[in-house]
């Protein structure tokens, strides 16, 4: 079972930053990568972006599964932190990091599972708000990801 998330609109993060901040990425390398939400690719194009309008991207940290707290704690985290989790990678990385600013990157839908051979990943049980989701595979094109 992976959990199936999607990404919240770039904007939607950038708004929320200002030229001169600085910023941490933390990516999962788990869940989110295989939904085009995380990965390196995923926290190499958002910190493009950042960088663009001017904040600092201080460190890029790529963390095999965010949700598994031990995994956390290897990571040097400067400014506010941009996560590119599910819903329990918050849960962790603000169990880590109580005291940080962390900015979400993604949204939670379900769960499901991820086929390797079509790189795709199917929303099998979906959280109360995406019912209609079910069945859905992410990412939705092949340009947006895995990352």
């Not at 960088?51 to 460190?59: I, K, Y």
């Not at 599964?65 to 941009?82: A, D, N, Y």
């Not at 940080?100 to 959280?127: H, R, W």
């Amino acid at each position: 079972m992976v959990s199936i998330t999607r990404r919240e609109p770039d904007s939607r993060t950038i708004d929320r930053l200002s030229p001169g901040d600085v910023v941490t990425i933390v990516a999962c390398n788990s869940c989110p990568h295989y939904c085009g939400t995380g990965g390196r690719l995923a926290a190499d194009h958002l910190a493009f972006r950042l960088q663009e309008r001017e904040v600092t991207v201080a460190r890029r940290e790529l963390v095999t599964k965010v949700c598994i707290q031990e995994s956390l704690h290897r990571c040097k985290v400067q400014g506010t932190i941009v996560l590119m989790a599910c819903d329990s990678g918050l849960v962790s990385a603000r169990g880590v990091w109580p005291d940080a600013v962390i900015i979400p990157m993604n949204e939670t839908l379900g769960l499901g599972c991820y086929d390797q051979e079509s790189g795709k990943a199917t929303l099998l049980l979906p959280f109360p708000g995406f019912e209609g989701m079910q069945g859905e595979m992410f990412p939705k094109t092949v340009e947006e990801g895995p990352q």
